[in-house]
């Protein structure tokens, strides 16, 4: 099955993909469109699902991605890729305690601890959010142990603490996969960068997709054919000295968005391993200096990305909703860490 929202789910939590289906184009078909082609040869799934899965760069032909009005030709290598390997696997229900902020009959939220992997994948099969949701939903009418994915309709990496909004419904489900995907939904996250940008409050702008030096991160590249449209609101919070907490605001939802919109900008988060945020980028080079920063990454031993707001409409009652977390404890005391260095330095 092809995902729905696929290109809403914002932080990847393993870079590679993985072909789920392939079709080799016979050389006397006509031309036509990918999505009715592919529709004819899948009977479980709808033109629009495809068309999503295109926009979500998922359909390649000829290893590169193309979007649903590509007309195939005889020859075409059509392929499906999705983030996760192509396993046949049963969740497993596993009690695993979740920090729930809200919940009722069709959707719950939950505030993610850092270090929490979201859904089952590639080396995580147990031990998982969705591991923990199947425990919690597993006499709901709405669960199926073989979805691998129950009641996601986003998610946030691993080593990004903060909310979620899960799906307790098919109805709510879809209600919220369809506001992600037209982006209605209002996120804020906030984060520790490097250094401070020019201007307190700006946008950045920039087509998201995978390095092509390294499939495992994503860079910025010209507006074009490769990589989605990505855009990213920010504001300096607060300056402390050679970092500086910010707060970001998400108009789309792509694959590790701020932290690739951050270091674009020459302000990736503090500790982001894969963006150079875990080197000493400012400041200066003197020992006790160094020791201190050392001591701020084992304060905070993941990237400084917190989901701090979510807010959205009842798939049901049509009312707002609305919540905030609070920093998660290691980003918290990253945070006093930096406001007592700069403290002491101005004394």
Request: a negative charge; aromatic letters at 10%; hydrophobic letters at 35%.
């Amino acid at each position: 099955m092809i995902e729905e929202n696929i290109d809403e789910i914002e932080e990847n939590e393993d870079g590679g993909l993985y072909e789920h289906f392939r079709f080799e184009v016979d050389s006397g078909q006509k031309t036509m469109r990918i999505d009715k082609f592919l529709v004819d040869r899948m009977n479980s799934t709808s033109r629009n699902r495809i068309q999503l899965a295109a926009e979500a760069g998922s359909i390649m032909v000829n290893k590169v991605s193309v979007k649903s009005n590509y007309r195939i030709k005889p020859g075409d290598i059509v392929s499906i890729v999705l983030d996760f390997p192509r396993r046949e696997f049963e969740i497993i229900p596993q009690d695993i305690p979740l920090d729930v902020i809200y919940e009722d009959d069709e959707l719950l939220v939950v505030n993610k601890p850092a270090g929490l992997v979201v859904h089952p994948g590639h080396g995580n099969y147990d031990g998982t959010l969705v591991n923990a949701l199947a425990f919690r939903f597993q006499k709901l009418p709405f669960f199926n142990t073989e979805d691998p994915r129950p009641g996601l309709v986003h998610r946030i990496d691993k080593d990004t603490s903060g909310l979620l909004v899960v799906a307790k419904s098919e109805r709510a489900k879809n209600n919220l996969a369809l506001q992600f995907f037209e982006k209605t939904t209002k996120r804020s996250y906030q984060a520790l960068v490097w250094g401070s940008p020019k201007e307190p409050e700006g946008t950045i702008v920039g087509n998201i997709g995978r390095s092509l030096k390294n499939r495992q991160v994503y860079s910025v590249f010209p507006e074009g054919d490769y990589g989605k449209h990505a855009v990213t609101h920010y504001k300096v919070l607060e300056e402390l000295g050679y970092v500086s907490l910010i707060e970001c605001r998400l108009e789309t939802g792509r694959t590790h968005q701020i932290r690739v919109h951050m270091n674009y900008i020459g302000h990736p988060i503090f500790n982001d391993s894969n963006y150079g945020g875990d080197q000493i980028l400012r400041g200066t080079t003197f020992t006790k200096y160094k020791q201190f920063v050392e001591n701020c990454f084992k304060t905070c031993p993941r990237q400084a990305l917190h989901a701090k707001s979510l807010g959205f409409v009842h798939p049901v009652t049509g009312e707002e909703m609305f919540f905030e977390s609070e920093l998660a404890d290691d980003m918290r005391l990253l945070v006093d860490k930096w406001r007592n260095y700069l403290g002491n330095r101005s004394e």
